[in-house]
């Protein structure tokens, strides 16, 4: 298969190289300076998931598109969370992949740590584990996704009605003042100064 799709990717004008097992992948990549990767899960000597997760301990930003038999939504999420950023199931439309392939090219490669990092405060999102000097700190589902949700914007203002839109479920009627409850929680837990109330605009997480 990998031998196909070289040559499919070859004639839509792509430079492709193949890599037949983990470590070797893992070292081109590195090395490469490769515009996308499309990595396989099942590989021998190691596996697709510890090759996204050592490139992006790395701050090796490349896109990573997963390519795998594994079509179960928990690998799917996991392979997400290691650090891919889009995965297609085999069997998988050659189109469709090429087009998903262009997509990642347009984004380019920004930072997309796995592990988000904010001060002395850590979220890992595969683990779903906050930690804050080095102490864990224990969330409701609630409590973790708004956390997370401004760690991936640390330093801007973020809205009430942004948080409502992308926190909460929309088909469920939820009271603008449940940002402040939860904002209210999460500052006993992590302290009081991190996260700012910005008048009449929103909320903060302080960098």
Same mark, same amino acid.
């Given at each position: ?27 081109m ?10 990595l396989?899960?099942?590989?021998p ?11 992006r301990a ?5 896109p ?17 969370d290691c650090? %891919? ?10 189109? $469709? *992949?090429? &087009? @998903?392939?262009? =997509? +990642? /090219?347009?984004r380019?490669?920004?930072e ?13 999102? %595969? ?5 804050s000097?080095?102490e864990?700190? $224990? *969330?409701? &589902? @609630?409590?973790? =996704? +708004? /956390? ?10 973020v809205s009430?009605t942004?948080?409502?839109d992308?926190v ?20 006993r ?19």
């Amino acid at each position: 298969m990998a031998n196909a799709l070289q040559r499919g990717l070859q004639a839509e004008g792509f430079a492709v190289d193949v890599a037949g097992d983990g470590p070797n992948g893992l070292e081109m990549a590195r090395h490469g300076g490769y515009d996308a990767v499309i990595l396989d899960i099942m590989l021998p000597g190691l596996s697709g998931y510890r090759v996204v997760q050592t490139l992006r301990a790395e701050k090796n930003w490349v896109p990573v598109l997963m390519l795998s038999a594994k079509d179960g939504e928990y690998d799917q999420a996991d392979g997400l969370d290691c650090g %891919a950023d889009d995965y297609l199931t085999k069997p998988f439309s050659y189109v $469709v *992949l090429v &087009a @998903r392939l262009r =997509a +990642l /090219l347009r984004r380019g490669a920004p930072e997309r740590p796995s592990v988000l990092t904010v001060g002395e405060l850590s979220l890992d999102p %595969a683990r779903r584990r906050v930690m804050s000097a080095g102490e864990e700190i $224990v *969330l409701t &589902a @609630r409590e973790y =996704a +708004l /956390l997370e949700y401004l760690m991936r914007r640390p330093g801007q203002v973020v809205s009430k009605t942004e948080l409502l839109d992308h926190v909460w479920d929309a088909s469920i009627d939820t009271a603008p003042n449940a940002v402040e409850v939860y904002v209210g929680y999460l500052r006993r837990k992590l302290g009081r100064d991190l996260l700012e109330t910005v008048r009449g605009a929103g909320y903060r997480l302080r960098t």
